[in-house]
């Protein structure tokens, strides 16, 4: 089997430093092994990622030598798999529709940790969805949808444990954020019930990531320290949609002058900026350590 990596950027804003990273280490590791790589337009969220920023993105990585090999896959052409993947859960009966809105959520929280409850948060720091009982009794949930309300449709992690059963884990072959490597056991129940879909977009990260990284052929995904404990969902849902484990490693990320992770949103430094202020992509290369 052909090694196969990817690169998926999110275009909702100007690529910086971080995602060149990312980028050129896939294509290093991919090309040192005669193997493939492959670009992913991750742009479910339609309305984010403008035509402007997708293609300012790829001029971006055409500027750094990004040179991915073809075909690139565009989330937003494949809603019809991911929903195919949610109907497949939902037959399962591992799905279902949480209508609590955020500041319902933040209420039940704040009440919990009030009463010395501490309420549990995911590794992002998100507090668990509490359930629509721990404010909403069934005919509210039920008045709710018939009134065209939104809603998310989340995977009910305790029942989706139960059918997988097993423990799963997944070869680590770089470091998670604690120095995790080697064989990492999974540990999906710290993001309790996650939203798979919305009412009107019929995926989610979560989803279409794994959806894709499958559909594509990916056998190493290489990608930054943040989303280490994603991986523990990723690995619940391949083993729940019968879909391959890649084998995963997560690198370090670039960090600004202030010792903070550059993000797309916070204005950091971008690829866009540094080429027009005179940067070249050795430049770039010798700047992200490669
Ligand atoms: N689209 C995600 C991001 O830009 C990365 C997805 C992944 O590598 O799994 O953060």
Known sequence: MTATFRFAP??????HLGHALSALLNLDMAR???GRVLLRIEDIDTVRCTPDLVS??????HWIGFDADPPHRRQSEHFAD?????QRLGAMGLIYKAVLTRAEIRHVVAQR???GLSWPRDPDGAPLYPGDAALLSEAEVTTRLAQGEPYALRLDMTRALQMAGTPLDWLETGTG????SGQ???????WGDVILARKDTPTSYHLSVVVDDARQGITHVVRGHDLFHATSVHRLLQHLLDLPAPVYQH??????PDGRKLSKSAGDTGLRDLREAGWTPADIRARIGL
């Open 82 to 86: 991911y929903a195919d993947a949610l």
């Open 113 to 115: 940790d009030a009463a």
């Open 251 to 256: 690198h370090r990320l670039i960090t600004g």
């Open 184 to 190: 990492v056991t999974a540990d999906p129940s710290a």
């Open 56 to 61: 300012a993105m790829l001029d971006d990585l």
């Open 177 to 180: 954020p604690a120095g995790e």
């Open 10 to 15: 999110s275009p909702n804003g100007p690529l």
């Open 32 to 34: 040192s092994v005669n």
